[in-house]
């Protein structure tokens, strides 16, 4: 079957960015993306504004929380998840259009948007630094796809200028200290500083977004 795919490119300029987080769910007592994004503005003191979200591990209320929020027309919307198995923080370049459940997330939507952003360049930044890192081209089919993909979706379809990111991070070392078998994981502040490094690759010095 053909799938189509929207790639969103633009140049604009950038003084507020959504940053965007999920609350626990499952077993998980904590969400290595709200420890990251809680611990990113107890220290960031750079020119750009960050507006941050917390949103609920429930589609339906998520996707209507990122919408409303989307409204603000932000430039650049950073969102965060926890994956559990990441061995490293991984930058996501699709989002599909494809539920856990097999479903559609929007029924007449298109199979997938693909970012146009420079998202090798944030790797190499973020390597170069010793910050594990890598592109990823697979957001899975949870939460956090729906996320990647309907920020997307949303800015096409209501004409925004936002183009989006979405970053995987690793468990934090308490979530995996709790796990019979400890997986990999990233402390916090590498976590968070690795958030602001995203911020600045994709910023730029003179505050514009290219892509």
Known sequence: MHQVFFVLSQVIPVTRILITAFEPYEHWQQNASWLTLC???RWYDGELELVTRRYPAQLARMAEMLCKDL?????LAIHLGQAPEATAIELETVGVNRREDGGKIINDGPDGYRTSLPLQSCVDYLCEAGIPCKVSSSARTNLCNAAFYLSQHYSRIFGMRTQSVFVHLPLA????AQEAEPPASMSTPMTSA???MIMQSLVGNDHRLTA
Do not use: Y
Request: proline fraction near 13%; glycine fraction near 14%; charged fraction near 15%.
């Open 39 to 41: 611990d990113l503005t």
């Open 71 to 75: 409204q603000g027309d932000f430039p």
């Open 173 to 176: 070392p308490g979530q995996a």
């Open 194 to 196: 690795a958030v602001a």
